[in-house]
């Protein structure tokens, strides 16, 4: 039967002090393994927090709480789990200040995802936003269509900066809203201003023709561009 406050135990759940060594080995690992996990994820997974407030939530909470009730894990060993990972997370926080790369990698840059009312589709494609999601933010800001906006750019921290068109200066735009974005156009009409779903080219075709091409991203799948003021 196992005493209760055997120091041994308590302090170093039996184990000899050079096990403080593998914990060391231990905290680089599960670092190293949580930051790649975390950046493979996608920015979008860990909106508002960062890569590293994550790690050190994930690893600390962890530490704090093991020791609290199991009677194999020790007090020294779980203090020594808080001092590596900070020791590790002011490491990184150092590196990341002196290197850009190393900040880019970890951190991102802000992405372009609209310049002047249509999509950046190059740079659009390699983010893992779901453009379903991105709408919805771009409809809480009472956007109803791209031609309200003049820029939007995706943080690093996940959210969008958006900048809008004066009134006056809106112009033909693809529409966000559900309905009149999914009333796709199978016949287009002379002069009627069409806007591309995929990429928000606007385009007023010269005769009155079943499909044509878009010239900026090489599809068929047109709505009605409105260029309506944004309300509100
Ligand atoms: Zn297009």
């Not at 927090?49 to 020790?74: H, K, M, R, W």
């Not at 850009?100 to 802000?110: A, N, Q, S, V, Y």
């Not at 009134?167 to 796709?184: E, T």
Request: proline share 4%; charged share 25%; glycine share 6%.
């Amino acid at each position: 039967m196992k005493e209760i406050f055997e120091p041994a135990r308590l302090f170093m759940n039996n184990l000899p002090y050079t096990f403080l060594l593998e914990v060391l080995f231990r905290c680089i690992v599960i670092f190293l393994v949580l930051v790649i996990v975390l950046k493979l994820a996608g920015r979008r997974g860990i909106k508002q927090l960062s890569i590293f407030e994550l790690v050190i939530i994930l690893t600390l909470g962890s530490a704090a709480g093991d020791p609290l009730f199991y009677e194999d894990v020790g007090l020294l060993p779980a203090i020594c789990v808080f001092i590596f990972i900070i020791i590790l997370y002011r490491t990184t926080t150092y590196l990341i200040s002196k290197s850009k790369r190393i900040e880019h990698w970890l951190e991102g840059k802000p992405v372009y995802l609209i310049e002047d009312g249509e999509f950046v589709i190059h740079k659009f494609k390699k983010e893992f936003m779901a453009i379903d999601e991105f709408f919805a933010e771009l409809r809480l800001r009472n956007i109803s269509h791209l031609g309200q906006v003049d820029t939007a750019i995706l943080e690093t921290t996940g959210e969008i900066s958006v900048f809008y068109l004066e009134d006056d200066k809106v112009k033909y735009g693809l529409p966000i809203l559900p309905k009149p974005f999914n009333d796709k156009q199978t016949e287009l009409n002379m002069d009627i201003f069409y806007a591309c779903r995929f990429c928000g080219n606007i385009k007023k075709p010269q005769k009155s023709q079943k499909q044509f091409t878009c010239d900026k991203c090489g599809r068929e799948d047109w709505v009605k561009a409105i260029n309506e003021k944004r309300l509100g």
